[in-house]
């Protein structure tokens, strides 16, 4: 692969700060605080219902939270629309993949680097995302909605790499997968920290997250029931009561 590093993307790290979020009456994050440190793998762990996609919907730009506040290497940035935040490099690869389906991979990619952060580096970019997705390589030409799940995933990921992100926020990126294309996604997210990107990642993949995660928290019913490393996680009772919904 070559030199893979943006190097315009400096890391760099995101905060929450007493977080409530949801939609209309509905209280969803209802006071959340956590830290997605520079250049490391940050998990949001929990069972379906606890609140991780509107987490990351709130952190796009996509949800206007209730109160609390984001900050993005110190700055506060929870009054910026989306595009502001794309722009600063704190990019969405949202669940469901949300691809193009009547438009081909490299047009789906091309979308990525709009933005004049990443618009300069496309053709370099978009070799980087080629070289490590080879399926996207032979596809190019092919229309999105035509690609396997995995395919369409992996097509979600490129265009946030194309993105050229300094935070990637990834919404469930293996679900629904076959396991080894989840485990193709569980071995690249490691190599996108080690670029320098800061990863703030939802899962209910428990296991195989804790143990990608540098720092993970346990979402239930919006709040966080426990935090710590993959590591003291997997033996905390907190992690599987918020799973099973009991001890
Ligand atoms: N558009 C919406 N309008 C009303 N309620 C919503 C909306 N989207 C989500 N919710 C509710 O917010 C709560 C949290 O949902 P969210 O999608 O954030 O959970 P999640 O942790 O991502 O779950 P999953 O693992 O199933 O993706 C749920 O109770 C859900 O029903
Ligand atoms: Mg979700």
């Known amino acids: 692969m070559t030199d893979p590093s943006p190097a315009h993307a400096a890391a760099q790290d995101l905060g929450v700060q007493a977080l409530h979020a949801g939609y209309g009456e509905i209280k969803v994050l209802q006071g959340i605080d956590l830290v997605a440190r520079k250049a490391s793998i940050t998990a949001v762990v929990g069972a379906n219902g606890a609140g991780k996609t509107t987490l990351m919907q709130v952190l796009a730009g996509l949800i206007t939270p209730s109160s609390g506040t984001i900050s993005l290497s110190g700055t506060a940035i ?62 190019i030409g092919q229309l999105g909605g035509t690609l396997s799940g995995g395919e369409q995933q992996m097509l979600a990921l490129g265009r946030g790499l194309m993105a050229q992100p300094s ?81």
């Open 78 to 139: 929870q009054a910026q629309p989306t595009h502001r935040r794309v722009a600063q490099g704190v990019v969405l690869v949202p669940e469901g993949r949300k691809i193009f389906p009547d438009l081909s991979v490299r047009e789906n990619l091309l979308l990525g680097a709009v933005t004049a952060r990443a618009r300069p580096h496309r053709d370099e970019t978009m070799e980087q995302v080629c070289t490590m997705f080879p399926r996207l390589a032979e596809r």
């Open 167 to 247: 935070v990637l926020l990834l919404d469930e990126p293996t679900l629904g997968l076959a396991p080894g294309i989840a485990r193709q996604i569980f071995r690249i997210v490691p190599r996108l920290r080690d670029m320098g990107i800061t990863i703030l990642i939802a899962e209910q993949d428990l296991h195989r997250t804790l143990r990608i995660a540098d720092y993970a928290y346990v979402l239930e019913n919006g709040l966080v029931a426990a935090e710590g490393t993959g590591e003291a996680l997997e033996q905390d009772p907190a992690v599987r009561r918020a799973y099973l919904g009991r001890d």
